[in-house]
């Protein structure tokens, strides 16, 4: 699947590791609702050209999750700065 890699000069592979790192921490530093949403433009920084459709869950077990993931952050992240901001979309 990385076969293109195999062909590329140095050069060229330190500016793809640059470009990945760029989109890696571009995704790392979203915060508040951001981390929430589909984040194609992390999926686009492969070779493949792909553009998967997420499996949708219903409210509840999506609701589920997000609590879920809430509460991930309160057990991981106990220290980290809380914000009362609603998404306004």
Known sequence: MDEDLDSLSHDDLVREVKRLREGIRRHRDSTGHDLC???????????????????VPGWPQFLRGCIRYRQSLDERLPDAPRTTRDYLG
């Open 37 to 55: 949403w589909h984040h194609p433009h992390l999926w686009g920084l492969l070779p493949e050209s792909t553009d998967p459709l997420p499996e």
